[in-house]
């Protein structure tokens, strides 16, 4: 694929340019008897190896470190104040622990950058399990985030350019949010949410499976289920007005008592039905999106919702403001807006290969859910005419999409969506009029 070349051309380019530099190893408790001590004693750079234990503290990382548990790490905060790991440096990895009843937030982190959190279990944190507040390119990958019985489990306050991905955030009172805390803090952009399982979120009235409340926010190949509501979008997160004297969804599924019971809501009031931004450019696709008790997507925003090509449970798409016997668009008392045809009529998940064509004459493409004679579930102009079609997971979200390939001038256009647009990934390789060919040629 093309990730595999490009490490090629990278390594290719500076192989004897570049001096390297790696950090040492500091081992607990080999070298140092607590990971506090041997986070104090590294330099950025190096990395802190946690042998199996539990370790009953709770830790800051102030510098620029790796700290990676060893399989059976366990972090356990169990009645010690504040939050179990709190990260005030940027470049900061925190990989394989268990990290178990903290008494505030499991992961904190504030205004920093390129923040990777990764295959971790978090579990029956005090507040939140990760809460973010205004970071830049934090990764939240193959992460457990379980039994946050008071508050969300994962909540990114602010912030651009993050990654959510990979994640099992299941039994929660509820699951993944997004958004802001007043109208003076950055309005969050440019998340990725993809590939989660996120189930079991199930209080009455904050039960949501993921809350959006942000802009070109890309929420795609998740399973949301058996949540109280899958998918909420919202302009106006806040609201004092009580439920009974308002339609508007985001009043009546979530007003402010239960943006604060879910721990997303501010503390002061904020003035009734003021809009703080709009939620704009979000798309929701390739999901499935099942079993959700009071709604599958709650849209609360003014802008059209782009909620195509998702699974609602039943081959005849969603309910309510939907013709079929799936899970509910929208909610009572409030408009669809919401694009959701053409729909899945089988679940995403299966990931079963099916057909599809491409009419060279005029670049349209024409992509089947199922393996019969029909219409095509997914039609679109992609590319130019008589163009090399090609497949490939080109992002990694574990959902196939198209590809054309110029042999003219050897350009291959590759989409992470299966729609009309610019390439999101354009680059020359060859000569004009080879073949192409995509492959996992590095099995990654």
């Known amino acids: 694929m093309f990730r595999g070349i490009g490490k090629v051309a990278i390594i290719g380019a500076f ?58 790490a366990i972090i356990e905060a169990g009645g010690l104040t504040g939050n179990a790991v709190t990260v005030t440096a940027d470049n900061v990895t925190i990989k394989g622990f268990t990290i178990n009843n903290a008494y505030v937030h499991g992961i904190y982190a504030a205004n920093v950058s390129n923040l990777t959190i990764m295959d971790n279990t978090i579990a029956s944190s005090g507040t939140h399990g990760v809460f973010i507040v205004n970071g830049t390119n934090v990764e939240l990958t193959h992460n457990v985030i379980t039994g946050h019985t008071h508050y969300a489990a994962v909540l990114f306050w602010g912030g651009s350019d993050c990654t959510i991905k990979r994640n099992y955030v299941h039994d ?56 109280s509501v899958g998918i909420y979008m919202y302009d106006q997160p806040f609201t004092t007005a009580p439920s009974s004297a308002l339609t508007d969804i985001t009043s009546v599924i979530l007003p402010l008592q239960e943006l604060q019971a879910a721990g997303i809501g501010p503390e002061g009031p ?21 079993g959700n008790v009071r709604a599958g997507l709650a849209n609360g925003a003014s802008d059209n919702l782009d909620a195509r090509y998702n699974w609602w449970g039943a081959a005849d798409g969603p309910s309510y403001d939907g013709p079929g016997s799936g899970d509910k668009v929208s909610y009572e008392g409030h408009p669809a807006n919401v ?64 590809g054309v390939y110029n042999p003219a001038t050897a350009t291959f256009f590759l989409r992470n969506t299966n729609t009309s647009g610019f390439a999101d990934i354009a680059f020359v390789y060859g000569n004009p009029n080879w073949v192409p060919i995509a492959g996992d040629w590095d099995g990654d």
């Open 339 to 402: 694009n959701f045809s053409p729909w899945l009529r089988v679940a995403a998940s299966l990931k079963n290969t099916t057909v599809g064509v491409l009419d060279p004459s005029n670049a349209t493409f024409f992509l089947r859910s199922t393996n019969d004679s029909g219409f095509g579930d997914i039609t679109f102009v992609y590319g130019n005419p008589n163009w090399i079609p090609l497949i490939g997971d080109w992002d990694d979200d574990g959902v196939d999409t198209i």
């Open 270 to 290: 904020t003035p009734s039905n003021q809009i703080l931004f709009a939620a704009t450019g979000n798309v929701v696709y390739y999901n499935d999106i099942v």
């Open 15 to 72: 192989l004897f340019s570049l001096t390297v530099t790696f950090g040492a190893d500091i081992y607990v408790p080999d070298n140092y008897p607590t990971i506090q001590a041997a986070i104090d004693a590294a330099n950025p750079g190096d990395r802190v190896i946690v042998r199996a234990a539990n370790y009953w503290e709770t830790i800051v990382i102030n510098k620029s470190i790796t700290l990676e548990g060893e399989n059976g």
């Open 172 to 227: 929660n009172i509820a699951g993944i949010a997004v958004g802001r805390y007043s109208n003076t803090d950055p309005i969050p952009q440019n998340f990725t949410i993809v590939n989660n399982t996120v189930t079991n979120n199930t209080h009455p009235t904050s039960g949501f499976g993921i809350w959006i409340a942000g802009q070109n926010i890309s929420i795609r190949a998740n399973d949301v289920k058996n949540n």
